[in-house]
């Protein structure tokens, strides 16, 4: 299995965010380093201003040199396809060919509100979704506006959401990659869901690549994060439990296992609810030991 680590730019330094990336490039077995796409965070009534996502991730590309790297996951509201095309085209280039173009629908209706951008419904949002994945692809392999990209035919695009059919049949026709969010169990299932979809299509499912997204307790306090995650979702502690990865390296250990019998090829762990580096690096410790 492979690992991956969030590291949401929310409240912290740039000068921080990028000395815990130097050193999860440098000296972490993660594959992989990921941000988010918020513009503002709001966290129990407080606003937390949050770096701008693919800025920040072209900056990080410079400072980096193994990791592949990208957004968990691009919001398809906030740019234009052609000109998120030619933003990834760039961060391509900058990284050496190590990004990763994490893309969804978008869930925060403050936020687009915020940036002046039309909400809408869920399915408008698919919908917008789908329409930016083709644009992309279509502006990355366009004669006229010919690209620079380090990886062809393109950079590999992931798709996030919540394993929703309609955004899992997206991901069979069009992504490289997946990436959901839940319990072994639930994961598994969304799983099932992708097969089905690829075989809908007529591709085979080992072609899309699975991921899944868990939390990691930052501070060392486990139960404070499950109970401040059952907070704001409005969901109960013990649902909440099943997103935290236990501290234990034993129980951690079985508990990714559950994830790898399911199918998933990698876990991108999110130091939650603050950037944590020694968290992360114990995290990867335990997993390549």
Partial sequence: MRFGAATPQVGVSW???????IALDRDSGFDDLWLCDHLQIVEDGVVRDVL????TLGSLAAATSR???GLLVTCASFRSPFLLAKIAATVDEISGGRLIVGLGAGWDEREHTLAGVPFGRRGERIARLER???ELLEAWSSPEWRPRLRQRPHPPILIGGGGRPRVLELTARRANAANVMGTPQGVGRKWQILDQQCAAVGRPPGEVRRTAQVLLSSGGNRQATVSLLARRRATSTAEAEGFVCPADPTAMRDWLAAYSAVGTEEIIVTSFPDLDLRALQRFSEVVHA
Wanted: aromatic share 12%; net charge negative; hydrophobic share 35%.
């Fill in 15 to 21: 000068q921080d965010l990028k000395d815990t990336w």
């Fill in 52 to 55: 701008e996502g693919w800025t």
């Fill in 67 to 69: 990791v592949r790297l």
């Fill in 132 to 134: 930016t994945v083709d």
